[in-house]
C-alpha cells in the first residue's frame, strides 16, 4: 500500500519560513516526478511546485517563484517543499503527490496557515 505522508506544517507569521516533507512508503519514487498541490479553503486544489526524478527539472507556479525550492531526496524517498517569505494567501492545506498525481495517492496533507 503506497502511502505519501507530509509534515512540516504549522501557523507562522507573514514574512516566516517553513519546511514541508513528504515521505513515501510502499513503493520507490526514484523514477517518478512528484510535486506539491495545495487546496485553500473554498479553492480548487491547485499545483504549487514539481520536480522530476533526477531533481535537474524543476517547476514553480507564478505565485511561488523565487520564494519556494522543491528538492527530493531519492535515497530517503522524500520530496520537500523550502517555502521562504510566505505571504497570507500561502494558507492553505499542502499535499504531495506523483506527478501526473493520482487519486489513491492522496494523503492526508499538511497544513499551513500565515498570519499577516
Known amino acids: 500500500q503506497v502511502q505519501l505522508v507530509e509534515s512540516g506544517g504549522g501557523l507562522v507569521q507573514a514574512g516566516g519560513s517553513l519546511r514541508l516533507s513528504c515521505a513515501a512508503s510502499?513503493?520507490?519514487?526514484?523514477?517518478?516526478?512528484l510535486g506539491w498541490f495545495r487546496q485553500a479553503p473554498g479553492k480548487e486544489r491547485e499545483i504549487v511546485a514539481h520536480?522530476?526524478?533526477?531533481?535537474?527539472?524543476?517547476y514553480y507556479t507564478d505565485s511561488v517563484k523565487g520564494r519556494f525550492t522543491i528538492s527530493r531526496d531519492n535515497a530517503k524517498n522524500t520530496v520537500y517543499l523550502q517555502m521562504n517569505t510566505l505571504k497570507p494567501e500561502d494558507t492553505a492545506v499542502y499535499y504531495c503527490?506523483?506527478?501526473?498525481?493520482?487519486?489513491?495517492?492522496w494523503g492526508q496533507g499538511t497544513q499551513v496557515t500565515v498570519s499577516s
Open positions: 503527490n506523483s506527478i501526473p498525481p493520482r487519486t489513491d495517492y
Open positions: 510502499g513503493r520507490t519514487f526514484s523514477r517518478n516526478a
Open positions: 520536480i522530476s526524478w533526477s531533481g535537474a527539472i524543476t
